[in-house]
C-alpha cells in the first residue's frame, strides 16, 4: 500500500488517501505500506495533527519498544512547511533505516 497523508490535497492515482495522523498510524501498524508520503499541517490546531507526529512516533517505536513499522520502500516528504520539513529530514537521517535520494527527492530504505 502507498499512504498519502494530505488534509487537502488529493492523493495521487494508486495512493490511499489519509487525513489525519491518527489515520496514518493505524495503517502503518494495521497494513502493509510500501511508501509514505508526508504533509505536515493538517488544518487542525494542535501537535498531534502534524505530520512530523508520524516520524516522531516511528523513530519512538523503533527506538524505545524495538518495533518496526517503516515502510518498506520510500518515504517522501511533500510539505513546505519550513520548520516541520527539516525537522521529519533530521528524524530520518539520524534514526530511519532510509537513505535520501537526491535524484527522486525520496528516502529510500535500505537493506
Known amino acids: 500500500m502507498k499512504l498519502w497523508l494530505d488534509d487537502e490535497r ?10 489525519t495522523v491518527t489515520d496514518c498510524l493505524f495503517h502503518l501498524l494495521q497494513f502493509e505500506v510500501t511508501d509514505l508520503s508526508l504533509d505536515n499541517d493538517l488544518g487542525l490546531p494542535g501537535l498531534f ?6 516520524v516522531k512516533r516511528l523513530v519512538e517505536w523503533q ?6 513499522h517503516w515502510p518498506k520502500s520510500t518515504i517522501s516528504i511533500h510539505s513546505w512547511d519550513v520548520t516541520a520539513r ?10 530511519s ?10 528516502w529510500n530504505r535500505q537493506p
Open 86 to 95: 527539516p525537522y521529519m529530514e533530521g528524524m530520518l537521517s539520524r534514526y
Open 97 to 106: 533505516p532510509f537513505s535520501y535520494d537526491r535524484a527522486s527527492g525520496c
Open 63 to 68: 527506538e524505545i519498544e524495538g518495533r518496526d
Open 10 to 19: 488529493p492523493a495521487p492515482e494508486g495512493w490511499t488517501w489519509v487525513k
Open 49 to 54: 495533527n502534524e505530520g512530523r507526529e508520524v
